[in-house]
């Protein structure tokens, strides 16, 4: 979801002076004594977030405090204007593009954050606008991307921003040691890093994905009752009892697979999870981030947890959100007719974790008012059990 968050990431403008006499170019080192620190500013939106920032030893340090916002739903962007430091007139031949890159760090990983370059002209926030997994607490990440079909004439306002998004219900740090945007002519941008997974990724054709691994787990543990096992949940539909995987507002779906065989570094491109829906119920008013599912990593739980695990036995006194990654994987609608297929878009980073067992599955959480069964691995119909599907390389 979070479709309207970007229509206003861009509202506040200023001006930076840097000009290169071949290739403009903005370049922010944090660790610089002249940084120009009443050019930055930082916003937050949609939940309840606050979001700071102050100089660190090695760049600047972001601070998002999320305690109050309890739905998780929030966003938080660091940004300044570099219309001043570029070459507007280059920038507005054919073919010309812009390449935003930064090196940045966070003990909270894995988390991601996105990277844009919206412009006074911008009126789709997701075209130049890209996600970068920060897999390794305390590591420095160096992502970038160069955006397509960049339009901007002098005069345009031009934004380079960094934003988190949804990273849970606690405090977090990310810093940033260097920020920086070249105008780039055609055929002349280095490589992207990271790599980038575009805002709500296309969802492959399923038929374009060769392998498929069935999960060979499918459960739920209940936040409300840790000590009782879930594993026999059932929903009773067309006048029986199925059995399930619920998700409800304390109920959490889990999802595991055997890959053993599997190299991840034979993984190409992005997977697809598919689960069939058995039953939905969910509030009538649609309401902006409520009623969809979110998909998330499992983080730390034991690599041999099965499906009759407790929600208990699965978090061993850990809080649920050090155990399972409270950012989404993706956060997207249920189709409500039984028996169809929901496609949800696992990126590459993810999936290598997952893969690897370095993650030990996919949890299912509810967000905002929703409960939906999907049909569980016991099923009669292999067709709508649990699915990844994904390509590998020879």
């Known amino acids: 979801m979070h479709v309207m968050r970007y229509v206003f990431l861009f509202l506040f403008s200023l001006v930076i002076c840097f000009r290169s006499p071949v290739v403009a170019q903005f370049v922010e080192d944090f660790s610089d004594p002249g940084v ?7 916003f937050s939106g949609d939940g309840k977030a606050q979001i700071d920032f102050s100089p660190s030893e090695t760049g600047v340090r972001l601070t998002v405090d999320a305690t109050e916002d309890h739905r998780n739903v929030w966003w938080a962007v660091f940004q300044r204007n570099v219309e001043a430091a570029l070459d507007l007139k280059a920038l507005s031949k054919p073919g ?6 930064a090196r940045v760090r966070t003990p909270h990983a894995p988390r991601r954050i996105n990277l844009s370059i919206p412009t006074s ?6 075209t130049n606008l890209m996600e970068f997994d920060i897999g390794r607490p305390n590591a420095w990440h160096r992502v970038a991307f160069t955006t397509r079909g960049f339009e901007a004439f002098p005069g345009d306002r031009i934004v380079v921003q960094l934003a988190m998004i949804d990273w849970g219900t606690r405090v977090y740090d990310l810093e940033i040691a260097e920020l920086r945007v070249d105008v780039v002519r055609p055929g002349e941008a280095k490589p992207d890093l990271g790599p980038p997974v575009p805002y709500h990724p ?4 399923l038929n374009s994905l060769t392998t498929v691994v069935e999960a060979n787990r499918t459960t739920a543990i209940d936040l409300a009752y840790p000590q009782i096992d879930h594993s026999d949940w059932h929903t009773y539909v067309g ?4 059995p399930s995987i619920g998700v409800g507002p304390s109920r959490i779906g889990l999802l595991g697979w055997d890959f053993s065989g599997i190299d991840p570094e034979r993984i190409a491109g992005p997977a697809v999870l598919e689960l069939s829906t058995l039953a939905v119920s969910s509030k009538g008013e649609r309401i902006y981030d409520m009623g969809v599912l979110r998909v998330v990593e499992i983080l730390k739980a034991d690599s041999d947890w099965g499906e009759s695990v407790t929600a208990e036995a699965l978090l061993k006194e850990r809080p649920w959100d050090s155990v399972i990654n409270p950012q989404m994987i993706i956060d997207w609608p249920i189709e409500p007719a039984p028996g169809t297929s929901n496609q949800f878009v696992i990126s590459v980073p993810v999936l290598k974790r997952i893969v690897s067992g370095e993650s030990q599955g996919i949890a299912l959480l509810a967000l905002g008012g929703l409960e939906v069964a999907f049909h569980a691995r016991g099923g009669d119909a292999p067709e709508l059990r649990p699915k990844l599907y994904l390509n590998l390389e020879p």
């Open 36 to 42: 120009e620190w009443d050019q930055w500013r930082v």
């Open 202 to 205: 296309p969802i492959p054709d």
């Open 96 to 101: 010309v593009e812009l390449r935003i890159e």
């Open 121 to 126: 002209r911008t009126t789709d926030y997701h």
């Open 239 to 242: 006048n029986a009892w199925q």
